[in-house]
């Protein structure tokens, strides 16, 4: 039944190191999206795409970059990891149209160090 | 610039009384508003929607209010229980021309009291 998928649950890096974060839908979505999440900013969008390899920035896109070769799979990378992206990382995904609500993981939370 | 947020930060409430959330928004060209419901160690979960030319729509349990005029969203939860309990966030939708985008307000905790 899980429709979004993301291989980490808990993450602890070091500062500077280069990290991926993996996001597999198999709904055969179009979209999807990087949000992270922390406490009374709510969430807040990285990345998006909306075909394969196809990415559009997001509201707060510095310090990341994303990867989509496959309409499944999406993929958050941050370059040279700090301590102020640690934060719950969240994928969604969505149907294409006018209309839809989008379909989340559980998360990711990263802690770097 | 658009904004969506939320008036109450936490609120309790007793088991089997209504709830009420509110959310504010800004951006008048959105079409669709929507509620989300992330339990703790969950990703949010579409709990329901409301198109911007409809004022009402009722769900199982639950009913989302828009006041167009005053840009203002409630989400109306009747009997509460303790299942409730977790963080709602309101959201608003617009097309893009290549796909939706939501974009969030910071969300309020719901607390059920027994």
């Known amino acids: 039944d899980v429709k979004v998928t993301q291989s980490s649950r808990y993450l602890v890096k070091r500062t500077g190191e280069k990290v991926f974060l993996e996001c597999v839908q198999d709904?055969?979505?179009?979209?999807m999206f990087w949000y992270r999440q922390d406490p009374g900013l709510g969430l807040r969008l990285i990345y998006f795409s909306y075909d394969v390899k196809m990415k559009e920035k997001g509201d707060i896109p510095e310090g990341y970059s994303v990867s989509r070769e496959k309409k499944e799979r999406f993929s958050l990378i941050l370059e040279s990891a700090s301590t102020n992206q640690t934060s719950m990382y969240l994928c969604?995904?969505?149907?294409?149209?006018?209309?839809?609500?989008?379909?989340f993981g559980s998360g990711t939370r990263l802690t770097v160090v | 610039g658009e904004s969506v947020g939320l008036h109450l930060p936490t609120l309790s409430v007793q088991e089997g009384d209504n709830s009420i959330i509110n959310c504010a928004y800004s951006n008048s060209a959105s079409d669709y508003f929507i509620w989300y419901k992330q339990e703790s160690g969950k990703g949010p979960q579409f709990i329901i929607d409301?198109?911007?030319?409809?004022d009402k729509r009722q769900g199982q349990r639950v009913t989302v209010l828009l006041n167009k005029t005053v840009k203002h969203l409630s989400l109306q939860i009747a009997a509460t229980q303790p299942g409730d309990s977790a963080v709602y966030f309101c959201?608003?939708?617009?097309?893009?021309?290549?796909?939706?985008?939501?974009?969030f307000g910071t969300g309020t905790q719901l607390k059920v009291e027994l």
């Open positions: 969604a995904s969505s149907t294409s149209g006018r209309r839809h609500g989008y379909t």
């Open positions: 959201a608003e939708n617009r097309w893009t021309g290549g796909g939706n985008k939501l974009t």
């Open positions: 709904m055969d979505h179009e979209n």
């Open positions: 409301i198109r911007s030319n409809m």
